[in-house]
């Protein structure tokens, strides 16, 4: 069973950055894709963003893509997601995410097998 847990959510101002990390337990962390989901209130879970097993391509939601960077590293079986000129619209709980098989456009769409608690990012003045 894989475990995930994030960290780095927190308020921002419009325009401000944040990194969030997840520490990925439980399986061989380079067998994984991993990515990051968020949810907004009153909205359901979109994909954000992915990133393969090598951690040679990365996959972003198009509202995302330029500002968010999803990286992971292999040898402490951790990845992050560096937030920068965050939007109120950005406001979610993120939650870290990982896969053992797939493809962008099965986890765009139908998401990933497990998930962890979330970290909660709000963007207000």
């Known amino acids: 069973q894989v475990q995930l847990v994030e960290s780095g959510g927190s308020l921002v101002q419009p325009g401000g950055s944040l990194r969030l990390s997840c520490e990925v337990s439980?399986?061989?962390?380079?067998?994984?894709?991993l990515g990051w989901f968020r949810q907004a209130p009153g909205k359901e879970r979109e994909f954000v963003a992915a990133i393969n097993r090598s951690g040679g391509s990365t996959f972003y939601e198009r509202s995302v893509k330029g500002r968010f960077t999803i990286s992971r590293d292999n040898t402490k079986n951790t990845v992050s997601l560096q937030m920068n000129s965050l939007e109120p619209e950005d406001t979610a709980v993120y939650y870290c995410?990982?896969?053992?098989?797939?493809?962008?456009?099965?986890?765009?769409?139908?998401?990933?097998?497990?998930y962890g608690k979330g970290t909660l990012v709000t963007v207000s003045s």
């Open positions: 439980g399986s061989t962390f380079s067998r994984l894709a």
């Open positions: 995410a990982a896969s053992k098989g797939g493809d962008p456009g099965n986890w765009y769409n139908n998401g990933m097998a497990y």
